[in-house]
């Protein structure tokens, strides 16, 4: 089986679901089973089932959040007013705690020959949480969905009726009076006409969407974060707060992917000690793992010591680089800063030495690139904070806050800073000269 054909099959949901249950069961089992076995050979298994079982359990856990987050999109809009589903997401994560939970203790009680009278309500357990936990979350949405939603987005409101596929855009203007209600149907009046008796607003969302309607649509950083709206939708810089889940995920990965190359090589060291008939494969093998941890150990150390919200400082000799780590790029040697949507790049002159990326998997891809497409341009398969640092460009997302130090370079360096207007800055112009014509 190739492996675009082993990842398709993964992506299919029942495919991951027995996987998942699979491994569950295994990682129950092992520990306790195989009484002929040594410790450090269950131990040995024990690590790989973690490790693989780690990746199916990641895919399922990401399917079934899809399915229970909230607020959720309705194309670039977000949704705002909905059917309230709180009891059906609470049922559904415990359905989803005692199905792992039960899985595991069946393993255990299984390899451990327990009697019947401890395995079976263990067993009915799960039966009963892991089509729960499958189901609801699903069948819920579906349920809340079919009273309609509202959502919003820089252009206005957006409003569904029940499970009718055509929406409905109110441009913000047209609005108009709107009425403290619980209920966005007699809170939008017209509007909203065939929206469902429950569709409720979620907390802060009834007077956000009255300030808008009054005001225009600038959200403040305190309704971006309660509404999980983007944060470039929002003038205000503080919207900009990187996501801590978003960091400690980039770790987690990191180190999941560190300890299996280091396991690997623990594996592959192994095999040619014992000096067995097939030493050689491992001889061939292990630049796999060592080039792995090269890659993975300091990019994982530079994820752990960089603040994204202290990515570069101003001094009175140039601009000093913490986040790509390329230390202090004298002014004589920046030809412009760009602030595009507070995207901020810093562009050298072209006959100054050019930056050289720190992390060896991304040279490696650059390389790579450039033999087989011929790519002069960004590094689109570039690592964890080091995307699209070019030979005289270093980048900056918006969460970096660097477009700040965009100012202080013009007047302590006087460097040439370009700004395009933000995203923000560009909807209120085009709101202006629609209502002018």
Known sequence: MSPRTSMGCLSIPPVRGVLSVLFLLILGAVPFGDGDKGVGFRIAVTLVVLMLGTIIWASTLTGFH????????????????????????????????????????????????????VLAPVMLTVLIALPTATALPRLSRL???????????????????????????????????????????AFLGRPADGLGAGVRWRPGAQQAVTRWAAEGFAPTAAEVRALRLEAHWSPDPNALAPSRSRRWLNIASLAWALVACILLLIGILAVIAQGSDSW???????????????????????VLRTDEARSATITAQGWFDILHGQGLVPWANIERIEVLDRHTVVITWPDVPPFRDQDLG??????LEITSIGSHGAIPSAGPLFREVGPHNLPYLPETRAFELAAEAEKVGGVDVRRSPTFFEQQARRSGAGSRS
């Open 66 to 117: 899809r399915e229970v987050r909230e607020p959720r999109r309705l194309g670039e809009a977000v949704i705002v007013a909905n059917r309230p589903r709180g009891v059906a997401i609470v049922v559904s994560w415990i359905a989803l705690a005692l199905t792992v939970s039960g899985l595991v203790a069946v393993g255990i009680f299984a390899s451990l020959d327990a009697p019947g009278w």
């Open 143 to 185: 349920y809340a969905d079919g009273a309609g939603v509202v959502a919003v987005s820089p252009s206005g409101l957006t409003i569904t009726q029940g499970h009718d596929e055509i929406r409905h855009p109110v441009p913000w203007e047209q609005i108009g009076v709107v009425r403290q209600a619980p209920y966005a149907a």
């Open 280 to 302: 050689w494969v491992g001889l061939l093998l292990v630049w796999a793992p060592i080039l792995g941890i090269a890659i993975l150990a300091p990019r994982l150390v530079r």
């Open 362 to 367: 991304n040279r490696l891809n650059r390389r």
